[in-house]
């Protein structure tokens, strides 16, 4: 079926935000608790959809909250200084946008959200977002992009997905909905194999939704 709806994820799709938190993550480990957060460790939890809190071991409820507000510290300084942009993704949402709905439903605070794309002009072409606030359960599970749906009023079959991490593609998939990964570096470890379709690049995402090879 032609697709005439996309739900992006945000993160490492439209900007290059993923490194950024696992440095922040890591970074607050260390501190509070001496905990050397190894990288692959780190991705098979997010795949999970836990949270990093889970490798410090032993420690109580409030010295993680503590360590958990010193991270999103951590993680609003990188992402206020650090270059998150990624390449094209303008020019390549300005063509979409002529003939699809367009959204982002990302796992991201509302208050990290707004940071990120401040004065960014990427909101500007959706027609909403949905961030970690806006229902039940994140991503593995379906409810982000089931929550897509419902607010475009769409069909799965008229969606598709725009993801790069595992976690997404699990939650797209228990949804229903096909879905594109666009590849990136920090996730090109990660099990994509259920994927509709595998890109190298945001910008080559029109050339498979003209193909209208879904089935």
Not at 3 to 9: A, N, S, V
Not at 22 to 46: C, G, H, P, T
Not at 76 to 90: D, G, P, S, T, W
Not at 168 to 195: M, P, Y
Request: net charge negative; aromatic share 12%; glycine share 4%.
């Amino acid at each position: 079926m032609e697709k005439k709806y996309i739900l992006f994820d945000n993160d490492g799709v439209l900007v290059e935000t993923e490194v950024w938190y696992y440095e922040a993550s890591k970074r607050a480990l260390k501190e509070f608790f001496d905990v050397n957060l190894q990288f692959d460790e780190y991705m098979d939890i997010m795949t999970a959809g836990n949270g990093v809190w889970v490798a410090a071991k032993g420690a109580s409820e409030k010295e993680k909250i503590i360590a958990r507000e010193q991270r999103d510290v951590y993680y609003q300084e990188y992402l206020r200084k650090e270059n998150i942009a990624i390449e094209n993704v303008h020019d390549v949402l300005g063509e979409l946008k002529k003939q699809y709905q367009m959204a982002i439903v990302t796992t991201s605070r509302r208050v990290d959200f707004d940071i990120i794309h401040k004065n960014r002009g990427i909101i500007d072409f959706m027609d909403f977002v949905l961030c970690v606030e806006d229902y039940p359960r994140a991503k593995p599970f379906p409810d982000p992009y089931l929550k897509g749906l419902e607010l475009f009023g769409a069909s799965k079959e008229e969606t598709i997905v725009i993801e790069d991490s595992q976690r997404g593609l699990i939650s797209a998939n228990r949804a229903n909905i096909d879905c594109v990964i666009v590849h990136n570096e920090f996730t090109k470890t990660q099990n994509f194999d259920s994927a509709s379709y595998k890109i190298d690049k945001l910008s080559e995402l029109s050339s498979i939704l003209n193909q209208n090879k879904f089935e």
